[in-house]
């Protein structure tokens, strides 16, 4: 399986068109797939130049995050919620998704693990962190809802009950606000993407939460395909414009293309832990 959904890298050969011609010698990001090479030949519609001050490292994940980033921002948007919630909050796109929230205004509740990861977001600006570890969690968790009024949650973990608590605080919230009572549970929808697989284990739901919810998958490609190439272009100009400051990705370390397939080194960078993003350099020699 050819692998690595993303990448940037100079042009060294072009085809004959102009568009092609242009590009060579620029420095460009592509989401092609099969990226984990040292050449890779891609149709020049799947090029995006890279402005001039930014270098392959800086460019190479300027496509996955920051684009599913702002696509969690306008779904939230486009189905009229006031706030969202967000669970594995401190991961790489977490804290990007902090940074595009405050630029925007939009309260969003982020949910951690660890007292680490709250002092880490808090630390970066943001105003709701709870943290999933704490006995106080649920009070914490509907004190962020009844603050901000979010109804939608983007949850990264999937498996377990945390998706299930998500819910059944944001309706809690929601039932403190009804004016009579209904055997269905508020009319408020509640609206809970699970984008994400880190937990594997069943997701579990006891659905105390009436009537009024909604659970599905969500995934960038299919996203992009819906909002259409305008808003795609949009986002992407916001990205380029943000690409050393909001859009930034951290890594912990770089290795090479056959480091990438040592047991001993997978083992390490598929932890998919807080700040250990490891970047593939194909031009590196093994260590
Ligand atoms: N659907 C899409 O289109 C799409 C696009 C992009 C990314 N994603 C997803 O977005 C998520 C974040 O990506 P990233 O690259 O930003 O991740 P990352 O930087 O590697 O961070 C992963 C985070 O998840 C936490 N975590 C790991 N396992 C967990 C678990 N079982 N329960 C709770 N927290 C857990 C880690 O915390 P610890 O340090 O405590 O382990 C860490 O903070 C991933 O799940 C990725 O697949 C989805």
């Known amino acids: 399986m050819g692998a690595g959904n993303e990448g940037a890298g100079e042009v060294v050969a072009a085809g004959e068109s102009a568009a092609a011609q242009a590009l060579l010698g620029r420095t460009v990001a592509s989401f092609a797939g ?8 891609v149709p020049v519609a799947q090029c995006v130049p ?10 190479a994940s300027c496509f996955v ?13 486009a189905e009229g919620h006031a706030a969202l919630m967000h ?3 401190a991961s790489n796109l977490g804290q990007m998704l902090n940074r595009v929230c405050l630029e925007d205004r939009l309260d969003l509740v982020n949910i951690v693990r660890s007292d680490d990861q709250e002092r880490l977001l808090r630390s970066q600006g943001a105003r709701f962190v709870c943290n999933s570890a704490a006995p106080s969690f649920d009070e914490s968790l509907s004190a962020a809802i009844a603050a901000t009024n979010a109804t939608i949650a983007f949850d990264a973990i999937g498996g377990g009950g945390l998706a299930d608590r998500i819910l059944a605080a944001m309706e809690a919230v929601q039932a403190r606000k009804a004016t009579g009572y209904s055997l269905y549970g508020t009319s408020t929808r509640k609206q809970l ?3 994400g697989a880190l937990d594997t284990s069943p997701t579990i739901l006891r659905r105390n939460y009436g009537a009024a919810w909604g659970i599905a998958g969500w995934l960038l490609p299919q996203f992009m395909q819906r909002v259409g190439p305008e808003t795609v272009a949009r986002m ?18 770089e290795i090479s293309l ?22 593939i350099d194909p031009q590196k020699s093994r260590d």
Request: proline share 4%.
């Open 34 to 41: 099969e990226m984990y090479a040292q050449f890779r030949c």
């Open 50 to 59: 890279l402005p001039a001050n930014v270098t392959p490292v800086q460019g």
């Open 65 to 77: 995050n920051p684009m599913t980033v702002l696509g969690i921002v306008e779904t939230a948007r």
């Open 87 to 89: 669970t594995a909050a």
């Open 193 to 195: 993407y699970i984008y």
């Open 236 to 253: 992407q100009r916001r990205v380029m414009d943000g690409l050393l400051t909001t859009f930034a990705s951290h890594y912990a370390e």
């Open 258 to 279: 056959a480091d990438a397939l040592d047991v001993g080194e997978i083992m390490r960078y598929a932890q998919r832990a807080t700040n250990r993003k490891v970047l």
